[in-house]
T-cell receptor
């Protein structure tokens, strides 16, 4: 297993367009997280899935954002009617529901850098 | 609510010198603390973590961090840095239910020859 993968790595779009990002977690990990990282800041939590259930959403996730994990494996994050303020790095992470130690360790993908013109 | 403050946005240091990257946290629940490193154009990699037990934790590449409950700190140290340690370092605390992480703003470590 090569770790968490994200696609695409870079996306440039025009304001008002819709974009969709994909995350493939480590295969045995049932927990999946999305974060957003803007320039000069640390990642901020967006949403969390356990298997296919979306159990927590941040207030940062406006109604233009939607995330899914239909079969409890890969996840997609869609942004509708993009705005320039959506420009950021979108990070996906996954973790394993094992011992208390391992379930607290999140493995991050390389991220998708979104630029909205 | 949990929060993390990284007191230095940038830390320049010469190669082979010691370095300390400061991190303070606030948490009303059991404290799980992490340091992640982010190299240019890459994702975050876990450097070390404190979950319980010994307050001094070490990484495989010479970094260490000490959990200090009374000072609510988790500073990262390395006695001798290398050029290859140049990166962004993020301190994080487990943020309540579902194990989401709350990150600090990051510290950019720049190691100069």
């Amino acid at each position: 297993d090569t770790g968490v993968s994200q696609d695409p790595r870079h996306k440039i779009t025009k304001r008002g367009q819709n974009v969709t990002f994909r995350c493939d977690p480590i295969s045995e990990h049932n927990r999946l997280y999305w974060y957003r990282q803007t320039l000069g800041q640390g990642p901020e939590f967006l949403t969390y899935f356990q298997n296919e259930a979306q159990l927590e959403k941040s207030r940062l996730l406006s109604d233009r954002f939607s995330a899914e994990r239909p079969k409890g494996s890969f996840s997609t994050l869609e942004i509708q009617r993009t705005e320039q303020g959506d420009s950021a790095m979108y990070l996906c992470a996954s973790s394993y529901p094992g011992t208390s130690g391992s379930k607290n360790e999140q493995f991050f993908g390389p991220g998708t850098r979104l630029t909205v013109l | 609510a949990q929060s993390v403050t990284q007191l230095d946005s940038q830390v320049p240091v010469f190669e082979e010198a010691p370095v300390e990257l400061r991190c303070n946290y606030s948490s009303s629940v059991s404290v799980y603390l992490f340091w992640y490193v982010q190299y240019p154009n890459q994702g975050l990699q876990l450097l070390l973590k404190y979950l319980s037990g010994s307050t001094l934790v070490e990484s495989i590449n010479g970094f260490e961090a000490e959990f200090n409950k009374s000072q609510t700190s988790f500073h990262l140290r390395k006695p001798s840095v290398h050029i290859s340690d140049t990166a962004e370092y993020f301190c994080a605390v487990k943020g309540g239910g579902y194990n989401k992480l709350i990150f600090g703003a990051g510290t950019r470590l720049a190691v100069h020859p």
